[in-house]
């Protein structure tokens, strides 16, 4: 079974300070990780991807996350907001590549001028 | 080159009512995935069609079935509606046979039940 937790349901920012989201996951096998991003009334676009190539990874709109296998972490971070990136982030696990994907709670973004 | 399609896109039912949601994947995909996402949470996995066969199946009751087409479209059906399926139904189409298995995900189908 897997299992994604993400801390804070909600995050509140600057803009143009450091964006921090946090997403710990439980998987009996080598995990494959994703950051979705959900615009209101939208679906999800996906925003990176962690398949068991390099550990940190870089995705659109300048975010980027780091797989910590010791941790069972995968967060995703942003240096800079911008009041585009006022969203709701999912992180999500899957067993292998295009299998069912099981979400965290997600965490909502705001971001302040 | 056209995204995942879903329609329509809201839709009022009653309690004991069946509804049909559609989904075109993108162009090139073999795939098709559906989520249910109640408000204010992360969605949740249904099922998975590929080669017109249920793959996999997420923890949901038989009142929900599908189908997938030859084209590769899908319908999800939900019978004898209940409160609680009131939801934002999102459908995610992928390639399994070859190339990025990556899932990309349509606008969803916004069902309320009265």
């Known amino acids: 079974a897997q299992s994604v937790t993400q801390l804070g349901s909600h995050v509140s920012v600057s803009e143009g300070a450091l964006v921090l989201l946090r997403c710990n996951y439980s998987s009996s096998v080598p995990p494959y990780l994703f950051w979705y991003v959900q615009y209101p009334n939208q679906g999800l676009q996906l925003l990176l991807k962690?398949?068991?190539?390099?550990?940190l990874v870089k995705g659109i709109n300048g975010f980027e996350a780091e797989f910590k296998k010791s941790e069972t972490s995968f967060h995703l971070t942003k240096p800079s907001a911008h009041m585009s990136d006022a969203a709701e982030y999912f992180c999500a696990v899957s067993t292998a590549a295009g299998n069912k994907l099981t979400f965290g709670g997600g965490t909502r973004v705001l971001v302040k001028p | 080159d056209a995204g995942v399609t879903q329609s329509p896109t809201h839709l009022i039912k009653t309690r004991g009512q069946q509804v049909t949601l559609r989904c075109s994947p993108k162009?090139?995909?073999?795939?098709v995935s559906w989520y249910q996402q109640a408000l204010g949470q992360g969605p949740q996995f249904i099922f998975q069609y590929y080669e017109e066969e249920e793959r996999q199946r997420g923890n949901f009751p038989d009142r929900f079935s599908g189908h997938q087409f030859p084209n590769y479209s899908s319908e999800l059906n939900v019978n004898a509606l209940l409160l609680g399926d009131s939801a934002l139904y999102l459908c995610?189409?992928?390639?399994?046979?070859?190339?990025?298995?990556?899932?990309?995900f349509g606008p969803g189908t916004r069902l309320t039940v009265l």
């Open positions: 995610a189409s992928s390639l399994t046979s070859g190339g990025e298995n990556e899932q990309f």
């Open positions: 162009s090139g995909h073999d795939t």
């Open positions: 962690y398949t068991s190539a390099a550990t």
